[in-house]
């Protein structure tokens, strides 16, 4: 046993391989979860698309009981059996309300198995690949679509840091100076996939989805970068930790209400960072190729899109990349703007001098709680606007949006220096 | 020495696939296989960046060249009829042309990047800037908050300080101590907007009127 | 053809700014939400399902009870009130289903049958119901008002061969209908 502790702790001490094992752990942790919300943010728009259009949307798939009776039970209701355990006469309201949660057929779990259950008919379904493909992208640009947002989320920070007796850990997969840079450049690279998709399908309507996502892409990047330059001239430092760190003592970007959040100049920042916050959440639409923005694959007049000719899990990967676009916009934007991981009130810093792994389990659940909350905010625009006309979004993107943040850029400047 | 060696490896590894998918990009004939060799030989390069501890100008490498450009690039030659781009076979003198102006531009570069300090001393390039920043400014790595790791894990990153004396040997241990709160960002920034400020700005003017070119060439000319 | 110009709608600044419309249609949808949570939709009441919505939960909630009087369903073969085959295989419907489910073999009228004047009786009568598109224009097309389509819709099968309903299960389904013309009794 002490041979174990004395070789842990000799492992631990090394800095490259305290390093190693902490990053592998974050990295598991942050892997799990982003995986978690795409199947989550897919039950989600199911669901609340349902309620919108006065459904109940997806609410069954629980798991059936008479898998348990196959094992053993023999005819017999599970129900019944702990309810006369427990010795509750099967009239009563406990019984009826059982029932009515269906529990007497299955274990209810509200729908959330409905996406794994597409998953896995989607993993089992036959693949076809159409003859006049170009087989090399044909079957890249799936990854290329899937993999990017996965890859962008190592900067995104999902609660404080943690001193150790071997070291501090930031509870960041990987804590760099160029945060949000970082994001961009990553899912942006995204627009490969979906170009190379709607070119190797050598089809004319994937062709038209493909250049529509680059044109797309491109042009709302383009404010996208410029939309945060407010921010980080607020901030002055590109570390996405720092940054959600100055939130948590200071108020949250859009809701200085502590620390130093309550003087004047913070109040005046607020009207250029409303229009960043405005044009930064439209462009992470757009880059998600999310609803008003969906130019890319509007069935109206393309079919599917980029990934018309696309079947099984390669349609699949495609779908689950949009989706996990969508959770890490939304990580995003509540990075920047609404405070990350911190619980706010200055309660993060009463937390962690009480107990600091508390206070990061508070954190995540915080951010998670936040998350939650922006990607329904993404579902419920998707279920209230009509699809934009494809001039429409280009003049937003170039003669609008672009204009706007540059002045914006300026009138945050005259802002940090005027009022103090 | 395992330090330096493990970062003369990856480095070597990335200059070499840079060369490899640089070549390619010349090399093939299906124009959209060379554009994608194009945007591995830039992340390639974004890497060899991001290695020096320049991670901004690794980042922006990716962003603008990966991310917009060569994406502007794949637009426009999917829409070519690739049958005719592959049949084509370059003619000699457009090749001697395009070797010659390589030739002199990697001239050019190299003579530019030896005259960097310490440029000579040390055969890895990344241990190089490191070690250089070391005997620069002694106090760097105390002031460091949190180094981040580069390759393996060890290598320490470029301090801003250190970085601050690298770009201008001529500033006092003061300004450097002041650099240290500032990234790599800053230093770009001030660098640009002072050293070379007019320099930048005729390349602003240039890019406009280039900008400016472009829509006056696809504008449509109405008669009214 | 004259030429008739819509009148598009003049948009205010604030229109154009669209944020004030957006965040209008935002409330919108969200009491549509709010209200289906609660199980207080518009139009709850004259559709009495449990739960959240509007929507009925099939397989616990039916239609059943309002299914209209012209529901085409399953179609079934019929008796008359004298308990008598109706169906003279005269194979009209065969000849007229567009999907061709229907499959008559003619026979001999049952010689204990209280009518001997129709001469033919199917020996075999076949319905394929994985065939059968419910148009019912077998019904239409039949002189003897022998075939008519019930309200059966659920037909769940786990195998092919279940499909084909032979001539006892389509009476059986059928079962004996009042009201029909009975004109075999006027000829002598």
Known sequence: MDAICNWWNDLMSNDIWFYLLTTAVKLVIMFALILAFVVLSVWIERRVAGWIQDRPGPNRAGLPLFLLQRFGSKEKQPLKDVL?????????????????????????????????????????????????????????????????????????????????????ISMCVANLDIGPLWIFAISGLSVYGLTLAGWSSNSKYPFLGGLRATAQLISYEVAMGLSVIPLLMMFGTLNLQSIVQYQADNGWTLLPLWGEGLSLQRWVMMLPLGISFLIFVTCVFAEANRTPFDMAECETDLVGGYHTEYSSMKFASFFMGEYAAMVIGSAVVVTLFLGGWSIGFGADAALA???????????????????????????????????????????????????LTVANIFLTAAVLYFVK | MIETSICQIVFYVFALLAILFAICVVGSRNPVNSAMNMALSFGCVAAILFGLGAQFLGIVQIIVYAGAILVLFLFVVMMLDLKD????????????????????????????????????EISCPMAAICDNIGELAPGAEATQATPTPGYGGSLPALSPAAAAKAVQPDISDAEAAKATSMQDIRLLGQTLYTQYNIAFVILGFALLSGTVGAVALARKIRKD | ????????????????????????????????????LMGKSRGKKDF???????????????????????????????????????????????????ARAITITPGEVDPNSSCQKQEKAPAKFEIDMLRCIYCGMCQEACPEQAIFLSKEYLITLTDRKKAIRDKETLYRLGGMRKGLVNKWNQYK
Not at chain 3, 8 to 36: C, N, Q
């Open chain 2, 85 to 120: 781009e592959e049949r084509n076979t370059g003619s000699m003198r457009s090749a001697a042309v395009g070797t010659t102006i390589a030739a002199i531009l990697a001239g050019l570069i190299t003579s530019i990047s030896l005259s960097l300090p310490g440029a000579t």
């Open chain 1, 84 to 168: 006369h355990f427990f010795g509750i006469p099967e009239t009563s309201r406990i019984a009826r309300l059982c029932t009515w949660l269906r529990l007497d057929r299955e274990i209810p779990t509200f729908g959330l198995m409905q996406p794994c259950l597409d998953g896995g008919k989607l993993f089992l379904k036959q693949e076809t690949t159409p003859s006049y493909v170009r087989k090399l992208y044909f079957i890249v640009a799936p990854m290329l679509v899937l993999g990017p947002p996965m890859v962008a989320a190592a900067v995104l920070p999902f609660a404080s840091c943690v001193d150790t007796i071997y070291g501090s």
């Open chain 3, 48 to 98: 009495s399902n449990k739960g959240v919505g509007i929507c009925m939960q099939f397989p616990e909630e039916r239609w059943d009870a309002r299914l209209p009087e012209y529901y085409r369903g399953a179609p079934t073969l019929v008796r008359g009130e004298d308990g008598r085959e109706r169906c003279v295989s005269c194979q009209l419907c065969e000849f007229i289903c567009p």
């Open chain 1, 353 to 403: 001098s009480y107990s600091q792994w508390l206070a990061v389990l508070c954190q995540t659940l915080m951010f998670i709680v936040k998350l939650l909350a922006f990607i329904f905010f993404f579902v419920w625009v998707r279920w209230t606007l009509p699809r934009f006309r494809w001039d429409q979004v280009m003049k937003l993107g170039w003669l609008v949006f672009l204009e």
């Open chain 3, 1 to 36: 053809m004259s030429y008739i110009p819509i009148k598009r709608p003049k948009f205010s600044l604030l229109d154009k700014i669209y944020v004030v419309e957006l965040v209008k249609g935002l409330i919108i949808t969200f009491k549509h939400l709010a209200l289906s």
